[in-house]
Nanobody, 127 residues
Framework: QVRLVESGGGLVQAGGSLRLSCAAS????????MGWFRQAPGKEREFVAT????????YYADSVKGRFTVSRDNAKNTVDLQMNSLKPEDTAIYYC????????????????????WGQGTQVTVSS
């Protein structure tokens, strides 16, 4: 059974940093794209970042570009999201996600592209 577990969320002041981690179990995802999404209260889930299977390339939403960095360790089956210069508008529940199959070198930014999801971790940025 596939399971994704996020950790690292919490409360931080504006301008601060947090590092989210997502550990996958149940199968190996070394050939799958991995991504991060977030959902703020009253809003739809939105794309944050994605990293291709080889970790050689990643893509970000404009709102986080230059502040967030996504990375992965295929040996450990993990994907991380380093978040710097946090803003109150970054407050949301953050979810990691993995595609079902090999995804090539495409940047997948739609929720429907991903098959497996974590339960989410809360990030709150105070002003």
């Amino acid at each position: 059974q596939v399971r994704l577990v996020e950790s690292g969320g919490g409360l931080v002041q504006a301008g601060g940093s947090l590092r989210l981690s997502c550990a996958a179990s149940g199968r190996t995802f070394s050939r799958n794209a991995m991504g991060w999404f977030r959902q703020a209260p009253g809003k739809e889930r939105e794309f944050v970042a994605t990293i291709i299977w080889s970790a050689r390339s990643s893509y970000y939403a404009d709102s986080v570009k230059g502040r967030f960095t996504v990375s992965r360790d295929n040996a450990k089956n993990t994907v991380d999201l380093q978040m710097n210069s946090l803003k109150p508008e970054d407050t949301a529940i953050y979810y990691c996600a993995v595609t079902r199959e090999y995804s090539g070198n495409y940047y997948l930014i739609q929720s429907d592209d991903y098959e497996f999801w974590g339960q989410g971790t809360q990030v709150t940025v105070s002003s």
